[in-house]
Nanobody
Framework: VQLQASGGGLVQAWGSLRLSCAVSGRAFSYYVMGWFRQAPGKDRDFVATISRTSAGTTYADSVQGRFTISRDNTKNTVWLQMSNLKPEDTAVYYC???????????????????WGQGTQVTVSS
């Protein structure tokens, strides 16, 4: 399984970006997906997760109401729509995947087995 994140860039505060994560291989619908981010000098933090069928989503408090995670199992892709961006959202964003039999979400970094390479998001004030 390979994950390819894209869509990062430089944006002004209050702007929007949409990140994409394309997943290679079969059985994408069996993976719970997550987005994490790592700011310079800080640990990698949870951002959002979506269950296999999209029935469940969970967000970090810091992005609740501003970010939306979604997926299309026919396209092997998960997205993170980010709106009302703030300078503190600046980080490298990573997508992650874990094969799961149930339709649950996962919020811990250690829950995930596969990671993308990261895409830089920079928000200027």
């Amino acid at each position: 399984v390979q994950l390819q994140a894209s869509g990062g860039g430089l944006v002004q505060a209050w702007g929007s970006l949409r990140l994409s994560c394309a997943v290679s291989g079969r059985a994408f619908s069996y993976y719970v997906m997550g987005w994490f981010r790592q700011a310079p000098g800080k640990d990698r933090d949870f951002v959002a997760t979506i269950s296999r069928t999209s029935a469940g989503t969970t967000y970090a408090d810091s992005v609740q109401g501003r970010f939306t995670i979604s997926r299309d199992n026919t396209k092997n892709t998960v997205w993170l729509q980010m709106s009302n961006l703030k300078p503190e959202d600046t980080a490298v964003y990573y997508c992650a995947a874990k094969m799961l039999w149930g339709d649950a979400v996962r919020t811990k970094e250690t829950d995930y087995d596969y990671w993308g390479q990261g895409t830089q998001v920079t928000v200027s004030s």
